[in-house]
Nanobody, 123 residues
Framework: QVQLVESGGGLVQAGGSLRLSCAASGRTFSLYAMAWFRQAPGKEREIVAAITSSGGSTYHADSVQGRFTISRDNAESTLYLQMNILRPEDTALYYC????????????????WGQGTQVTVSS
């Protein structure tokens, strides 16, 4: 089992920045590919970014490419999402997720999920 706890969300003006964190506990963090997902009210959950277990390869959705950066610190068992140039359409509940494979997937088939942290971007 892996337990995931997100933090760092909040209210920010358009153009601002936030850094989300996801603290993992339980099994060895470095064995898991990780991802950030988000879900806005009335919309389906979508993947934002993903990273391999080693951190050597990443994926960013087109909508956040060039603005968001996923990273991880395996020594600290923590996943990050640096979000810059935030837009009102980035408003959503952001979740981190873990997959018990070295490689990530861009689908929703992750094995462990956090409870989410709310990000609200005002115009």
């Amino acid at each position: 089992q892996v337990q995931l706890v997100e933090s760092g969300g909040g209210l920010v003006q358009a153009g601002g920045s936030l850094r989300l964190s996801c603290a993992a506990s339980g099994r060895t963090f470095s064995l898991y590919a990780m991802a950030w997902f988000r879900q806005a009210p009335g919309k389906e959950r979508e993947i934002v970014a993903a990273i391999t277990s080693s951190g050597g390869s990443t994926y960013h959705a087109d909508s956040v490419q060039g603005r968001f950066t996923i990273s991880r610190d395996n020594a600290e068992s923590t996943l990050y999402l640096q979000m810059n140039i935030l837009r009102p359409e980035d408003t959503a509940l952001y979740y981190c997720a873990a997959r018990n494979t070295p490689g990530y997937t861009t689908g929703g088939d992750y094995h462990y999920w956090g409870q989410g942290t709310q990000v609200t971007v005002s115009s």
